[in-house]
């Protein structure tokens, strides 16, 4: 079993910034594909974007060019770096982990999520 936990959600001010972390329990995280997913109210959880374990990135067309997701195995830990934040942005982001034969958003580890509001 392997947990996830999230943080650096908040509160911010369209335009502005935030960075969240995942930090996971497994002592092989360096082998995990790992993304972040968001649910806004009263919508589908839907892909923002995936690192597998080699580092190749994959963006869901509304993020390119503000978010950039980032992992650092060392600290077991992956990141996502968003700028340019938009009211639409607004959801609470989850984050994903799997290995093997692993569907990233429909297999593997989920984290508790960490809600992200943007609004002046």
């Known amino acids: 079993q392997v947990q996830l936990v999230e943080s650096g959600g908040g509160l911010v001010q369209p335009g502005g910034s935030l960075r969240l972390s995942c930090a996971a329990s497994?002592?092989?995280?360096?082998?995990?594909?790992m993304g972040w997913f968001r649910q806004a109210p009263g919508k589908q959880r839907e892909l923002v974007a995936t690192?597998?374990?080699?580092?190749?990135?994959n963006y869901a067309d509304s993020v390119k060019g503000r978010f950039t997701i980032s992992r650092e195995n060392a600290k077991k830990t992956m990141y996502l770096q968003m700028n340019s934040l938009k009211p639409e942005d607004t959801a609470v982001y989850y984050c994903?982990?799997?290995?093997?034969?692993?569907?990233?958003?429909?297999?593997?580890?989920w984290g508790q999520g960490t809600q992200v509001t943007v609004s002046s």
């Open positions: 497994t002592s092989i995280f360096s082998l995990y594909g």
């Open positions: 994903n982990a799997g290995i093997g034969p692993f569907r990233f958003g429909q297999d593997g580890y």
């Open positions: 690192i597998t374990s080699g580092g190749t990135t």
